[in-house]
């Protein structure tokens, strides 16, 4: 389709694993970010990437967390050493540039044990 | 303090009635506002953007105060199809557009 694919839909993984969570754009925005959401919360930004430098990591909770998007398409958001408290639904957006309405995929569920 | 604020509610109203969703937001040099919908287990779609001007859409009307860092929205003659999360959006220029979601308000609209 033409929407925002995030894979995998649902990640189980075991505290202390690694984890990697891929976002696919829509084509043609430039705009990619990456939200946490937990049950009853808003989405909690972590980083905004204009093209293929990231424009604002300041919502990275620590240095476990990392994203890259090498060639200004595809990202992929890696956990590292996961804890229980990082299980959350992780969601990415894509838009063009200051039109402000976000695309949003349909997330990454990461439940670690 | 969170950047942007919002009554968690639930707001639990009949068919037909209107309500109001306020929030807050805090940091000035903000420059875009939105309201975005999310269904339950569902990803947040946007509703509309906010205006100085104010600006309505059918049943739904969205007010931003720049002076008082407030923005709201009305939903007159509910339906069941309302039934929703609405957040609260701020976006702000840091190199990009970073942007910002409050913790939404829950609405329930009964028959």
Same mark, same amino acid.
């Given at each position: 389709?033409?929407?925002?694919?995030?894979?995998?839909?649902?990640?189980?993984?075991?505290?202390?694993?690694?984890?990697?969570?891929?976002?696919?754009?829509?084509?043609?925005?430039?705009?990619?970010?990456?939200?946490?959401?937990?049950?009853?919360?808003?989405?909690?930004?972590?980083?905004?990437?204009?093209?293929?430098?990231? +424009? #604002? #990591?300041?919502?990275?909770?620590? #240095?476990?967390?990392?994203?890259?998007?090498?060639?200004?398409?595809?990202?992929?958001?890696?956990?590292?050493?996961?804890?229980?408290?990082?299980?959350?639904?992780?969601?990415? +957006?894509?838009?063009?540039?200051?039109?402000?309405?976000?695309?949003?995929?349909?997330?990454?569920?990461?439940?670690?044990? | 303090?969170?950047?942007?604020?919002?009554?968690?509610?639930?707001?639990?109203?009949?068919?037909?009635?209107?309500? @109001?969703?306020?929030?807050?937001?805090?940091? %000035?040099? %903000?420059?875009?506002?939105?309201?975005?919908?999310?269904?339950?287990?569902?990803?947040?779609?946007?509703?509309?953007?906010?205006? %100085?001007?104010?600006?309505?859409?059918?049943?739904?009307?969205?007010?931003?105060?720049?002076?008082?860092?407030?923005?709201?929205?009305?939903?007159?003659? %509910?339906?069941? &199809?309302? &039934? @929703?999360?609405?957040?609260?959006?701020?976006?702000?220029?840091?190199?990009?557009?970073?942007?910002?979601?409050? @913790?939404?308000?829950?609405?329930?609209?009964? @028959?």
């Amino acid at each position: 389709g033409a929407g925002v694919s995030q894979t995998p839909s649902n990640k189980v993984t075991e505290k202390g694993k690694y984890v990697e969570l891929r976002c696919d754009p829509i084509s043609g925005h430039t705009a990619l970010y990456w939200y946490r959401q937990s049950l009853g919360q808003g989405p909690e930004f972590l980083i905004y990437f204009q093209g293929t430098g990231a +424009a #604002d #990591d300041s919502g990275l909770p620590n #240095d476990r967390f990392f994203a890259v998007r090498p060639e200004g398409s595809v990202s992929t958001l890696k956990i590292q050493r996961t804890e229980r408290g990082d299980s959350a639904v992780y969601l990415c +957006a894509s838009s063009f540039p200051g039109t402000g309405e976000l695309f949003f995929g349909e997330g990454s569920r990461l439940t670690v044990l | 303090r969170k950047e942007v604020e919002q009554d968690p509610g639930p707001f639990n109203v009949p068919e037909g009635a209107t309500v @109001a969703f306020n929030c807050t937001y805090s940091n %000035s040099a %903000s420059q875009s506002f939105f309201w975005y919908r999310q269904d339950c287990r569902k990803e947040p779609k946007l509703l509309m953007s906010v205006y %100085s001007s104010g600006n309505e859409d059918g049943r739904f009307t969205a007010q931003l105060n720049r002076a008082s860092q407030y923005i709201s929205l009305l939903i007159r003659d %509910s339906k069941l &199809s309302d &039934s @929703a999360t609405y957040l609260c959006v701020v976006s702000r220029n840091t190199g990009g557009f970073k942007t910002i979601f409050g @913790a939404g308000t829950r609405l329930f609209v009964k @028959a």
